[in-house]
């Protein structure tokens, strides 16, 4: 039911700009199953079922989220519906554009908490960096891809040898890159990668920057639209299904163990 807790909740106004009604539609598109009818009427029933609000003081968090993916949509859907704020918490929502820029705030300071897939906090892991997952609320499936240009060559996996591929380095779309690359018994020297934001892929592909742009939901959709007619699309289910969930820097998390409960 927690996977099509964003979906039950109808539509979602959060405070501040979050691009919170574009997340919500690309979770419609990818949970369109019938067989999910009935999971969303547990999770309608879910979200009407309002606790009480604690007493005592009020608790900032600022939360730090990768707005526009569908993973996050369990917590957009809480901070709308108010079940931070019925916890005793005043949720800040911050907007970030990738999970690895959200974890990066966190292990800044600049916020408290962040959304982000398995890929960075391994990453920051292997660099001695403390990171702790409080909770994992959504898995990836059909959400990580490949965009090539078919005017540039690229219409099957194999064709990609020697080609510009514009990826978010560090990020899960990297990671799904790099393996999608290795089934295909291609070497990482065998392509070039260029590094952009998530949101500068499309424009990249569309400039012809890069012949080919591996990303995630909703940019692999902003990329097939970005070169209308001459795009081939891989999608990357059979090398990668991570989880996304919300984390904390080791300190933190262990120092604000009421806070990580509720």
């Not at 709308?80 to 911050?94: N, W």
């Not at 990580?144 to 591929?165: E, F, M, N, Q």
């Not at 990671?175 to 690359?181: H, K, R, S, V």
Request: glycine share 10%; charged share 20%.
């Amino acid at each position: 039911p927690d996977r099509v807790l964003g979906a039950a909740a109808g539509r979602l106004d959060v405070a501040g700009d979050l691009p919170v009604t574009e997340a919500l539609q690309y979770f419609f598109i990818a949970w369109t199953d019938p067989k999910l009818l009935a999971l969303a009427a547990a999770a309608i029933w879910r979200f009407n079922a309002r606790p009480a609000a604690p007493p005592g003081p009020v608790e900032v968090l600022r939360l730090a989220v990768n707005a526009a993916y569908v993973g996050s949509c369990p917590v957009l859907a809480a901070h709308t519906h108010g079940y931070f704020a019925r916890e005793g918490i005043d949720a800040r929502l911050q907007p970030y554009s990738s999970g690895k820029a959200s974890l990066e705030a966190v292990l800044q300071g600049r916020a408290d908490l962040g959304t982000v897939s398995d890929i960075p906090v391994v990453l920051a892991s292997l660099k001695n960096r403390s990171v702790v997952i409080i909770a994992s609320i959504f898995e990836a499936e059909r959400d990580h891809g490949i965009v090539g240009r078919l005017d540039r060559g690229v219409s099957t996996p194999a064709s990609l040898k020697g080609k510009r591929i514009g990826v978010t380095l560090g990020t899960s779309g990297h990671f799904t890159l790099d393996a999608f690359l290795n089934r295909q018994k291609l070497l990482p020297s065998e392509v070039t990668l260029r590094n952009y934001a998530p949101e500068q892929l499309a424009g990249a592909l569309a400039r012809g920057e890069v012949d080919a742009a591996a990303g995630w939901e909703p940019f692999l959709t902003g990329m097939t639209h970005a070169i209308a007619g001459k795009a081939a699309i891989f999608y990357g289910e059979d090398v990668y299904a991570g989880l996304f969930n919300v984390a904390g820097a080791g300190d933190y998390v262990r120092a604000h163990p009421a806070t990580m409960r509720k």
